[in-house]
């Protein structure tokens, strides 16, 4: 592909996969994600897209800093010193918030940040990654705070870990019908009906310490695999986090506001 320009790079790396995705302007020309954090594939996957070169920007977001720092060096070869930005580092997006700041992860804060740009409030966002968070943003657009569950396929993994006698399997599938009679799939009805359940409890809980009126969002991962085994979705959007990643740098950076 030859090189384009003017593109922004948003990428954000969680604890088991990096999500990434290509913009113009508003627009998501591409997305994706590499499990297992691997930075070399992912360098490949933007190089063949024509993106490393020093007239388009990067924006990352992440919970692991040996890995950001790797990933920054990369860029940077290709792109200049200038053209990485970080939340955190030299990106600060002011949020009104409960929460304790310094222990709030990036892509939390971004996944608030696009949510108050994107959505009315009162709204709980939901990301089902490597853990899953609940996040409570108040009608008054204050984040009150949120809970953080361990994820679909973490506790998948601990249970394969765990449990000698059960079998394993490469992936959390969709299971069709609720009682299962072989073990693989009652593992698999299980996590998904389980944590629907989860889910949609946790929901009505927030719904009743702080009302019935908000709204739903969920991203992540896992959030289109889950969205059937649950009932209190109003919106589903994987790609939550990098689409705020090309908000804040367009309103941050872009638009001068430090």
Aim: charged share 25%; no cysteine.
């Amino acid at each position: 592909m030859a090189p384009n320009r003017n593109l922004l790079v948003t990428i954000d790396i969680g604890n088991s996969a990096v999500t990434y995705g290509i913009h113009r302007g508003k627009v998501v020309l591409r997305s994706g994600f590499v499990s297992g954090n691997s930075i070399p594939v992912l360098a490949r996957i933007l190089s063949s897209s024509g993106v490393l070169n020093s007239r388009n920007k990067v924006i990352i977001s992440s919970v692991v800093p040996d890995l950001t720092r790797k990933l920054k060096k990369l860029v940077r070869r290709w792109m200049g010193a200038g053209s990485v930005y970080i939340v955190g580092k030299n990106v600060y997006p002011r949020l009104s918030m409960r929460y304790k700041r310094k222990a709030l992860g990036s892509d939390r804060l971004v996944n608030i940040y696009g949510a108050l740009k994107l959505y009315e409030m009162p709204l709980l966002i939901i990301d089902f990654g490597t853990a899953i968070t609940f996040d409570y943003v108040s009608k008054r657009g204050i984040f009150e705070g949120g809970l953080i569950v361990p994820g679909i396929e973490t506790s998948w993994k601990a249970l394969e870990k765990g449990a000698a006698l059960l079998p394993s399997f490469k992936k959390v599938g969709t299971v069709h019908g609720f009682v299962r009679r072989d073990t693989k799939s009652a593992m698999r009805a299980g996590l998904l009906y389980g944590f629907g359940a989860l889910t949609d409890g946790l929901i009505r809980r927030f719904e009743r310490k702080y009302g019935s009126k908000m709204k739903v969002l969920a991203t992540g991962g896992f959030a289109a695999r889950i969205e059937p085994y649950t009932m209190g979705f109003d919106r589903v959007d994987p790609l939550h986090t990098v689409k705020s990643l090309a908000l804040m740098y367009r309103n941050e950076i872009e638009g001068g506001v430090k």
